[in-house]
């Protein structure tokens, strides 16, 4: 997926449309005693500007403890594990990563999880497991796993050279599972041999994996599943060899490593995919049918509460099509419990918002009534049980005693996502539990019995608090209130607010956006780094969020910082995100035209220097930007982008754009490179030297285009990085090579007048643009 985000920066605006007043978190109090200059250096620095930032909170299964990943002071990047008495507050440290790692170098295998799951720049402890009894955690750490105990101690369970992926504990606790060399293996967590209960044939052929597209597109981490009584495992087995081999560099500061990667591109083939059922000790192996047609997406694999069947959903290539299959683990025969199906101009979106109740009935969530709500499905029959101009964005718990049902969703407001409750007798009853001004998302216990909230608000970064059943704070986990003492305090007094706003798209559509302005003085007119996203699948960008210290950095600078989202992005329903179906480089291009219409006709804008940022699918968006609506703006910034949409993942690519042996005009339309002369304003392209998503193909293929045509540009190739950019030193040195640049082409340039805004609408003079299908 291409919503890798590189560093926050955003936040703000004023409006076009009305402006919607709503309940604000507080604001920041100045002090000016403590204020000191908020430079590039310290907002990459350690500790973070936004303060403590936990990872992973989880609850011990007793609910005496709560766990959680801290960053060390002294490096932003390298987490240990944390724990904290539920009742007293008391807090130690279980795992200390810099102590108990060895240090050794990742297995390349595990380094492309970590990139899949956007933690590649993070180090010590990224993830861990409880045991079931709560006495003991399971820690991955340098490729090897440990065992820790409540009492600080910790034990080391493997040291092999290869390393071991997806670790978890079963769920009876007698057992650590792990993947090593392409197979599964379990190991007695008390101590003894790991056992291997796959032999596969190694090669091309993986067992316990998941395929590169369901990391990356899918959203599936695993490719194995422990029955709850431990008596069986359901196993994926891909075989990868049917997929295209890509020659991938990845160019380091000290050498080139040369990867054949597997990468199945648009229109190539996917890997063959199957699902076996085996007992505990590998034994019974049972192959499960999911139905003649190989050419499938193994999406979701869940176990019956009771470990009587699975639930598998199976998605069509075309992404059209799911089927929620009811599977017999002895015999591997399935039945089809229902089917969802997308539209003629439209797909499915995936989710993890379902639960199966002890009744075998369903919790589902479902976009069928354009927008994303829940259901519930018993016995053939669907109940709604939310519904409205509005979506759920997640499913957080049931209690299924009181009949209760958690969920995250935009109802009070497109912008805040809130915690909210219904009982299931009771559909469409819901009542809010979080406050108002702030964004939340929510965990909660497998009993149902507490919540685990975090929020946050444009003046106050991630704050994370304990919370009963009726979403009462029972305890903060991490305050986070900047008050002396806090990283960020001493840079209150210039925090500048963030304003939102809304203005209309050429077909009516309301699309919000989000300002920060330095402080105003009369007649004075300002610059404008305005950043954009765009892209479909990915969470929306204009939310009543923290966005980190960049954007007032920025601001600090003397820019307006500004961003909008599009039609094609998520959370606003499907009518709205379908706009970009069979057509990227389209609406997302007029809507981003649309905002900068309304910058310009704002007093206290410079209209000759909007400046535009993008990285991945924002990146291939500053470039069709400079393409279509030469002269707008004055200089862009492209980050590891996309040029061609044939270069990239089936997955994601096929979902919005179709299958480029079917229609190869949408992928013309939407491509960057053959456009690349037409860009007259000033570029600055940079990309990861070893980026494994977006291959750095994609930007030699437009740079050689680029000067081919002689058509200018600037460019800033990054050794030994990925699509995230970033690390010690390397994000400094990024921001100053955008911002150098944006300075010499934009901020400190003179200009005279800006170009005439172009028409979108309009018939194109001769010869015609392919823009691609409308």
């Known amino acids: 997926m291409l919503g890798f985000a590189l560093a926050s920066v955003g936040t703000a605006a004023m409006a076009a449309d009305q402006t919607v007043p709503v309940p604000q978190a507080p604001a920041p109090v100045p002090v000016a005693a403590e204020t000191a200059d908020l430079t590039l250096a310290r907002v990459f620095a350690s500790p973070d500007l936004s303060g403590q930032q936990p990872r992973a909170l989880r609850l011990s299964p007793d609910g005496t403890l709560l766990t959680s990943l801290r960053p060390r002071p002294d490096d932003r990047e390298r987490f240990d594990l944390w724990a904290t008495d539920t009742s007293t507050g008391a807090e130690r440290m279980l ?62 369970l493997t040291d092999t050279p290869g390393g071991e992926l997806n670790p978890v504990v079963s769920p009876r606790g007698a057992f650590v599972s792990f993947v090593r060399d392409q197979n599964l293996f379990v190991q007695p967590i008390a101590g003894g041999a790991a056992r291997a209960l796959t032999k596969g044939e190694g090669g ?16 599936r981490r695993t490719g194995y599943w422990w029955s709850p009584d431990e008596r069986y495992v359901a196993v994926e087995r891909f ?31 996917n890997v063959l995919v199957e699902l076996y059922v085996m007992k505990a000790d590998g034994t019974g192996q049972v192959k499960v049918n999911l139905g003649p047609e190989p050419d499938i997406y193994l999406a979701r694999v869940d ?71 829940l259901y519930r499905f018993a016995a053939g029959k669907w109940t709604q049980l939310t519904k409205g101009d509005w979506v759920v964005t997640g499913l957080v718990g049931v209690d299924e005693d009181k009949r209760r049902v958690y969920f995250t969703g935009t109802r009070d407001d497109v912008l805040e996502q809130h915690l909210y409750a219904l009982n299931i007798a009771k559909p469409g009853d819901v009542t809010r539990l979080t406050e108002r001004g702030y964004t939340n998302s929510a965990t909660m216990d497998g009993s149902a019995t507490r919540l685990i909230v975090s929020r946050s608000g444009p003046a106050q970064p991630a704050q994370v608090y304990l919370a009963d059943a009726d979403g009462k704070r029972l305890r903060w986990i991490n305050e986070n209130a900047i008050a002396p003492g806090h990283p960020y305090f001493p ?162 690519t096929e979902r919005y754009l179709g299958d480029p042996r079917l229609d190869p005009q949408s992928y013309a339309g939407s491509a960057a490179i053959a456009d690349a002369a037409k860009i007259i304003d000033p570029l600055l392209l940079i990309h990861g030297m070893a980026d494994d998503n977006v291959f750095l193909d994609n930007s030699t293929a437009f740079a050689s285009q680029m000067q081919k045509t002689g058509t200018p540009f600037e460019m800033m190739f990054y050794p030994g990085q990925t699509h995230r950019v970033g690390g010690p030193g390397v994000g400094e040195h990024l921001w100053k090579t955008i911002l150098n640049f944006l300075d010499r082409t934009v901020k400190n340039r003179t200009l005279v007048t800006a170009a005439p805004m172009p028409d979108l609408n309009a018939a194109p003079a001769e010869p015609a643009v392919n823009t691609g299908p409308k």
């Open 95 to 156: 795992v200390d990563s810099a102590k108990i790692g060895s240090g050794a170098e990742l297995s390349e295998a595990e380094k492309m999880q970590r990139e899949r799951a956007r933690i590649g720049g993070s180090k010590g402890v990224v993830a861990y497991d409880w045991a079931p009894d709560g006495k003991s955690i399971l820690v991955p750490l340098d490729g090897d796993l440990y065992i820790a105990t409540l009492d600080g101690n910790v034990r080391r």
């Open 303 to 373: 176990w019956m509460p009771d470990g009587s069947g699975l639930l598998v959903q199976r998605q069509s290539r075309d992404q059209k099509r799911l089927d929620i299959l009811r599977v017999d683990p002895a015999t591997g025969r399935t039945t089809i419990l229902f089917s969802e199906k997308a539209g003629a101009k439209s797909w499915l979106n995936l989710s993890d918002s379902y639960h199966v109740l002890r009744d075998g009935s369903l919790i589902w969530r479902s976009e069928r009534s354009g927008y994303g709500h």
């Open 491 to 652: 840079h209150l007094a210039s925090h500048e607010p963030t304003k939102f706003g809304t203005i209309k798209a050429a077909d009516g559509t309301t699309l919000h956006w989000e300002m920060i302005t330095p402080k105003l003085e009369p007649g004075k007119t300002y610059p404008v780094f305005f950043q954009h996203y765009g892209g479909p699948g990915t969470g929306q960008q204009v939310t009543r969020g923290w966005q980190g210290a960049l954007p007032q950095f920025l601001v600090d600078q003397g820019w307006i910082f500004f961003q909008i989202d599009n039609r094609g992005s998520y959370n606003r329903g499907k009518a709205f995100e379908d706009q970009i179906y069979h057509a990227m480089g389209t609406v997302e291009v007029a809507d981003q035209l649309a905002g900068a219409e309304y910058l310009k006709s704002l007093p206290f804008v410079n209209p000759a220097k909007i400046a535009t940022y993008g990285w991945s699918y924002g990146g291939y968006m500053s470039i069709k930007m400079l393409e279509k609506t030469p002269g707008v703006y004055a200089a862009a910034v492209s980050g590891a982008p996309v040029t061609d949409w044939s270069l990239y993942d089936t997955h994601y």
């Open 239 to 269: 075989d990868e060899a049917p997929v295209h081999v890509a020659t991938r560099a990845a160019i380091g500061a000290t050498g080139t490593k040369v990867f054949e990667q597997r990468y199945p591109a648009a229109g190539t083939p």
């Open 204 to 219: 091309t052929v993986h067992w316990g994996e998941a395929e590169f597209v369901a990391q990356e597109e899918m959203d």
